[in-house]
Nanobody, 124 residues
Framework: QVRLVESGGDSVQPGGSLRLSCAAS????????LGWFRQAPGKEREAVAT???????SYKDSMKGRVTISRANTQETLYLQMNSLKPEDTAMYYC??????????????????WGRGTQVTVSS
C-alpha cells in the first residue's frame, strides 16, 4: 500500500520560512517522479515543484528563487524548503508521486499517488 504523509505545515508571518516533508512508503521511491502541489480555497490545484528520479527539478514561475525541492532517496522523504513566504502562498500543500512522464507534463492528472496535505498559512 502506497502512503505519502506530509508534515511541516504551520502558520507563519510574511517573509517567514517553512520546510515541508513527505514520508513515502510502499512505492519504488527511487524511480518515481515526485512533486509538491498546493490548493487554496476556491482555486484549482497547482504544481509548486517537481523532481525527477534523476534529480531534475521544475518550479512554478512565481515561486522560483523562493522554494527548493529535494529528495532523500535513502530516507524515502521528499522536502520543500520555502522562503520569503507571502500571504498568497497560503494553501493546503500536497505531496504526490507518479511515473516518469509526470515530471515532463507537470500536470496533477499524471500523478497517481497523493498525500492528505499539510496546511500552510501566511498571515500577519
Amino acid at each position: 500500500q502506497v502512503r505519502l504523509v506530509e508534515s511541516g505545515g504551520d502558520s507563519v508571518q510574511p517573509g517567514g520560512s517553512l520546510r515541508l516533508s513527505c514520508a513515502a512508503s510502499g512505492i519504488a521511491y527511487r524511480s518515481v517522479c515526485l512533486g509538491w502541489f498546493r490548493q487554496a480555497p476556491g482555486k484549482e490545484r497547482e504544481a509548486v515543484a517537481t523532481i525527477s528520479s534523476g534529480g531534475v527539478t521544475s518550479y512554478k514561475d512565481s515561486m522560483k528563487g523562493r522554494v527548493t525541492i529535494s529528495r532523500a532517496n535513502t530516507q524515502e522523504t521528499l522536502y520543500l524548503q520555502m522562503n520569503s513566504l507571502k500571504p498568497e502562498d497560503t494553501a493546503m500543500y500536497y505531496c504526490a508521486a507518479g511515473f516518469a512522464f509526470a515530471c515532463y507534463s507537470g500536470s496533477s492528472t499524471d500523478f497517481r499517488y497523493w498525500g492528505r496535505g499539510t496546511q500552510v498559512t501566511v498571515s500577519s
